[in-house]
C-alpha cells in the first residue's frame, strides 16, 4: 500500500513543481505565443463566489471559484489576451479575419454571481448562457447544494422515496461532498415529483427554513434586459436545463426553439448563441440548431478551438479552484501540447515494461521485480489492504452513467468485474429490480465486506486473469478496471467469451501529469483513448467529466462480441 502512497505523493509534487518552474520561467508565455496564431481559449465558468466560499458545494464540486482567483485571472488575461464575446469571436472566425490573442469568457446557468463587478472594473464583457426555467424555480441539483450549503447541521438522517434510509455528514470538507454525491446521484434517477419530495425532506432533515427564490439564486429578466445593454451578451443553455441527448425529437425541438426565442425577446438580438446542457449533443441537436439559425455552439469538449473548429461543436476550458499555473497550463495550450505528448508516451510505456521484464528475466539484478512488488496492484493482497482502510467507497457514482444505457423494466443478467465494496451493484440493484445483478473482485476482504451490505447480490471472489466467470451474463462492467494492467487485451478477449450483448467499460481518458517512469512503476499501468479498442465491435458513448472538482476525465465503451 505504500508503493500508491508514494506514487501518488511524487506525483502531486512534481506536477506542482513543473507548472510552477514553466509559469514563473515563461514557458507558458511562449506556448501561448506559438499556439495563440491558430487556436483560442473559451473559458468556463459557472459562479463567482465571495473570498470566504471555499467551504460552498459549488467550490467543491467545481461550479464555482473565489473573487479573488477570478480577479487574478483577469489580471492574467487582459495582459496577454484579447477578451471578446463569443458572438463576435465566431463573426471575425466567420469572415476570415485575425483571430491572434483572442479569449473568450461564458458563464453558464445564469447565476446572479457570476462576476460583474470585477469584469466592469477591467472593462471586459463576458457570455452568460441562461436557462429559462431559471426565471420560475430554482433547479434541483443547483437547491441541493444550497440546502447543503446553508445547513448548520452537521449529522443528520434522510429518508427517500422507496425507504431508502441515509445517515449523512456534513462535519468536514470530505464529508460534505461525499453527500453531496451520494445524494446527487440518487436524486438523478428520481421522476420531477420525487425529486421535489427529496429535496423538502432534506431541507427538514437539515432545518433549513428559509425559502429558496429564483430570483435569489438567478439573474431576472429585468436584470438580463438591463445587462444586455452595458455590453454583456446573453445565450441559450435549453429551457429546463435537461440533457438533451435523452429526450425525444420534438422535446428536443422545445427546449432549443423556446429557449432562444424568450431570450431573443429579452436582449433583441437575432445572433444567438447556445450552450448544450452538461456538454452533451447529437448530430440531431446540432442539425436542430443550424435549422433555428444559431451563431454556434459551445460543449464541455475540454480544449482550445483552432481556426477550422466546427463553430456548433466549440470547445471550453472547465475553470475551478486551483492555482495560477494551473490557469495557466490549461489556456496556454501547454495541456493540449502534454496531452499529445502523453498519448505518445503510451507507447514508451510499453517499451519500459518490457525492459523492466527483461532485466528480471535476464539479469542478476531483482530491480524490476522489486519495483513490481512494492506497485503490484494485480494481487488480492494489495486490494486487501487498500479495503482495509475504507468502508464508503465513492465506487457507486460513475454508475450512473452506465444505467442509462442499460434496458429499463426488462429482466437481464450484468456481472460487475472489480465490484470493490458493491457500492455499484446496490445503485443498479435499486435502479434495476427485475435484473439478476452479480460483483466479482480480486479481494476475498472486499467481497466479505460487500455481502454484509447486501446479502442479496451474488458477490464472489474472481481473478479475471487466472478464471473463468461461472457462466455467460447479457452484460459485463469493469469500472475503472483495466487501467491496472499492464495489457488489458486478454482481459477484455476473456469478457466478450461471456458476455451475450455488451461489456461496458469506465476507463481514465489519457491522464495527465504522468510520467512515463512513473506510470511504469505505479497503480495506473495503461492510458486510453477513443481509439483504443477499434479492433472490436467499439461504441464510445461517453467522454466526460465526472468529478468537475478534480478535473478528472473518464471514457465509457460499449464493447459487443
Known sequence: MWGLSIYQIIKGKIKKII?????????????????????????????????????????????????????????????????????????????????????????????????????????????VFIFTDSFNKVFWRHKLFFILDSTQKKNFTL????????????????????????????????????VQDALDALSKAVECRDELKPEDVYLTYEEIKGLSLTGIHFGAHSVSHRDLCTLEESEKRNEIASSTSLLMGIVGREDSVFAFPYGRYDEQIVEMLKEERFLCAVTSDEGLNSTKQDNYRLKRIYINRGSMPEFAYKISGAEMLFIRFITFANTLRSSMVSIIKKMDRYSGYKLGRIIRRLTNVNTARYWDNYFSQYDNFWRDFPYRFLREFL????????????????????????????????????????????????????????????????????????????????????????????????????????????????????EHRYLFNEHTFCRYKCSVLEITRYIPSAGYRYIFYKIEP
Not at 464555482?64 to 496577454?80: A, C, N, S
Request: charged share 25%; glycine share 6%; hydrophobic share 40%.
Open 407 to 522: 434496458p429499463k423494466d426488462t429482466a437481464f443478467s450484468l456481472l460487475d468485474i472489480g465490484c470493490g465494496l458493491g457500492d455499484g451493484c446496490q445503485l443498479l440493484k435499486r435502479c434495476f429490480p427485475l435484473a439478476v445483478i452479480e460483483g466479482a473482485d480480486f479481494s476475498p476482504l472486499a467481497i466479505q465486506k460487500a455481502k454484509n451490505k447486501d446479502q442479496d447480490i451474488n458477490f464472489f471472489v474472481l481473478d479475471i486473469r487466472r478464471q473463468n466467470p461461472p457462466h455467460k451474463y447479457d452484460f459485463i462492467s469493469l469500472v475503472h478496471i483495466l487501467e491496472h494492467f499492464d495489457n488489458p487485451y486478454p482481459i477484455l478477449d476473456k469478457c466478450l467469451r461471456y458476455v451475450n450483448k455488451a461489456v461496458f467499460l469506465i476507463v481514465p481518458y489519457t491522464e495527465k501529469f504522468e510520467s512515463p517512469l512513473l506510470y511504469a512503476f505505479g
Open 19 to 127: 507548472l510552477f518552474i514553466c509559469y514563473y520561467s515563461g514557458v507558458f508565455d511562449i506556448i501561448r505565443v506559438i499556439f495563440s496564431e491558430e487556436y483560442t481559449p473559451i473559458l468556463l465558468y459557472h459562479r463567482i463566489l465571495k473570498d470566504n466560499g471555499r467551504d460552498s458545494i459549488f467550490y467543491l464540486w467545481g461550479l464555482g471559484i473565489t473573487e479573488r482567483e477570478f480577479e487574478r485571472q483577469v489580471r492574467y488575461l487582459i495582459r496577454r489576451y484579447k477578451v471578446v464575446n463569443l458572438n463576435e469571436y465566431i463573426q471575425r472566425k466567420n469572415k476570415g479575419e485575425r483571430i491572434s490573442g483572442m479569449a473568450v469568457i461564458t458563464f453558464d446557468d445564469g447565476f446572479r454571481d457570476f462576476g460583474l463587478e470585477i469584469l466592469r472594473k477591467y472593462n471586459l464583457t463576458a457570455t
Open 159 to 194: 429518508e427517500l422515496p422507496g425507504g431508502i434510509v441515509l445517515k449523512l455528514s456534513t462535519t468536514d470538507t470530505q464529508n460534505k461532498i461525499h453527500t453531496a454525491l451520494r445524494l446527487f446521484d440518487l436524486l438523478n434517477y428520481l421522476n420531477p415529483q420525487e
